[in-house]
């Protein structure tokens, strides 16, 4: 099986760092700029190729690893230049996009997959590390998916298959996870800036306190995780952080309430009782 890469960016380049790592056959790249096929090609010890029908014809799956705006537009080139057979397999790597892309080309028979790394990548050598322990999401046709599968079996990851109607979904709660967490830690790193405490003191004080509850998430489960006023139904505390908030920083009062709200509902009947839930939540509307 010989992979091909459309697009030769940081997930381009590192999964097929990672791919040549772990014994799979590269085809090479072809990209936007020839810079970056180059680029990539070097870092994969691959060939550039300089059309698409060319990387086609020495590849059997083929990953189009541009941005997302511009999956659309390869595929309508793959279209135009009819080189696509029912051998081919053609995945895309976009977490919020399905295989409903690949509609225009079913026609030529072959396999359709969006495989998702449930990763970030910064840079390529960073990313191709990281992808050792990097779980999958997939989503495709039969052929698709067992030519991803075979992939992943080889690299030796873990993945799920989700339906492709939920993949919007399922994108939405990785942004929740990953890009909201920024921005929830951003906000209590300014809150605690109002109180007067120095920036690297901020940091260096409160990121034990947060690696230690991802890691208590992570070995008990978020419900179990769970420590702090709201699970001790200590509603005189929780009423004077809302009138400091009120007072000191109302701009973060919303934030407060609408995650105190989800908060002790994630916890009711489990760790509080109706009654505590109750009075907890009329401090918190
Ligand atoms: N970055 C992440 O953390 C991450 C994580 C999971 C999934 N993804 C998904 O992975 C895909 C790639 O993301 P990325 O971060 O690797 O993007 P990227 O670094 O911006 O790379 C995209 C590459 O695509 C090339 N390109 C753009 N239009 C093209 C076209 N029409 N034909 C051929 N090549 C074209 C560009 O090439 P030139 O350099 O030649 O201009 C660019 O290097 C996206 O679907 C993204 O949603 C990204």
């Known amino acids: 099986m010989k992979i091909g890469f459309i697009g030769a960016g940081k997930v381009g380049t590192a999964m097929g760092i990672f791919f040549k790592q772990n014994n799979l056959t590269l085809s090479g790249y072809v990209s936007r700029r020839e810079t970056s096929s180059q680029g990539a090609a070097k870092a994969t010890d691959a060939a550039v190729f300089f059309d698409l029908p060319s990387l086609v014809s020495a590849s059997d799956v083929i990953f189009i690893t541009t941005g997302d705006d511009q999956i ?105 996870l990953s890009n909201y967490l920024v921005t929830l830690i951003d906000s209590g790193f300014e809150l605690l800036k109002s109180t007067g405490i120095a920036n690297d003191e901020i940091t260096r004080a409160f990121m034990p306190l947060i690696t230690a509850t991802l890691g208590n998430i992570e070995k008990s489960g978020t419900v179990n995780a769970l420590t702090g006023p709201l699970v001790r139904g200590d509603e005189n505390t929780i009423g004077k952080h809302i009138e400091a908030i009120k007072t000191q920083t109302p701009e973060f009062l919303a934030l407060y309430q609408t995650m105190g709200l989800a908060t002790i509902d994630m916890i009711k009947d489990k760790r509080i009782d109706g009654e505590t839930y109750d009075h907890l939540k009329n401090h918190l509307k």
Do not use: W
Request: glycine share 6%; net charge neutral; charged share 15%.
């Open 72 to 176: 659309s537009t390869v595929i309508n080139q793959l279209i135009q230049t009819a080189c696509l057979t029912g051998h081919h397999t053609l995945v895309h790597t976009s977490g919020a996009l399905s295989t409903d892309l690949f509609d225009p080309i079913l026609a030529s028979g072959g396999g359709v997959c969006s495989l998702h790394p449930i990763m970030s990548f910064a840079d390529p050598i960073t990313a191709s590390l990281n992808l050792k322990q990097t779980v999958f999401t997939l989503e495709g046709n039969d052929k698709g998916l067992a030519d991803a599968q075979r992939i992943l079996k080889l690299t030796d990851n873990r993945y799920f298959v989700i339906d492709r109607h939920n993949k919007v979904l399922y994108h939405a709660a990785a942004c929740i």
